[in-house]
């Protein structure tokens, strides 16, 4: 089974200031990771991917997360915050391989608060 | 704009009824997915089709079905409703090159009364 927990289910942050979510996951399995941001009713959008290769990906909107398998993390990153990152943010798993993949497995979330 | 569409937006009901939710996948994607969003549970997976047959079951209650019709569109039937279904419906599609990325719709937003 596979599973993501977010820590912090709110972070608060200025503008102009770094930008730090944290994931872990649990896998069996070598996993695909994923980050979708969410805003205010609107549907999911993909900021970024890692499934094989380069641990450091880079996102749209200039996020970017490292994965780290020794800690089973997948922290996401922005150097500097803007207004418009406020959101709520999710970390996903899946199983890798294959062509049809399977279920995506959410965290449950961190709201993004960015104060002027 | 991700590709994928989702109708209608927003659906009143009262329990005890029947909805269908309807989604179109973005051109050329297989496989469909279906979310629940709610307060309590957070996102959750339903269920996956892939060119029409089913692939993967989460927790998908039995009041609840799907199916992908040769078009490739999908639709979703919830019956008996209660008022804990009252949730955010989710559909997202992905290819079938291997990049593992699912496409999300915009979402129906179910609020049973």
């Known amino acids: 089974a596979q599973s993501v927990t977010q820590l912090g289910s709110h972070v608060s942050v200025s503008e102009g200031a770094l930008v730090l979510l944290r994931c872990n996951y649990s896998?069996?399995?070598?996993?695909?990771l994923f980050w979708y941001v969410q805003y205010p009713n609107q549907g999911l959008q993909l900021l970024l991917k890692y499934t094989t290769g380069a641990t450091l990906v880079k996102g749209i909107n200039g996020f970017e997360a490292e994965f780290k398998k020794s800690e089973t993390s997948f922290h996401l990153t922005k150097p500097s915050a803007h207004m418009s990152d406020a959101a709520e943010y999710f970390c996903?798993?899946?199983?890798?391989?294959?062509?049809?993949?399977?279920?995506?497995?959410f965290g449950q979330g961190t709201i993004l608060t960015v104060h002027p | 704009d991700s590709g994928v569409t989702q109708t209608p937006k927003h659906l009143i009901t009262a329990t005890g009824q029947r909805v269908t939710l309807r989604c179109s996948p973005r051109s050329g994607d297989l496989s469909v997915y279906w979310y629940q969003q709610s307060l309590d549970q957070g996102l959750q997976f339903l269920i996956q089709?892939?060119?029409?047959?089913?692939?993967a079951k989460g927790n998908i209650l039995e009041r609840f079905s799907a199916q992908q019709f040769p078009d490739l569109h999908s639709e979703l039937n919830l019956s008996s409703l209660e008022l804990g279904d009252s949730a955010l419906y989710f559909c997202?599609?992905?290819?079938?090159?291997?990049?593992?990325?699912?496409?999300f719709g915009p979402g129906t937003r179910l609020t049973v009364l």
């Open positions: 896998s069996s399995v070598p996993p695909y």
């Open positions: 089709y892939y060119n029409g047959e089913e692939r």
């Open positions: 997202a599609s992905s290819d079938a090159r291997g990049s593992g990325e699912q496409f």
């Open positions: 996903a798993v899946s199983r890798s391989g294959g062509t049809s993949y399977g279920k995506l497995t």
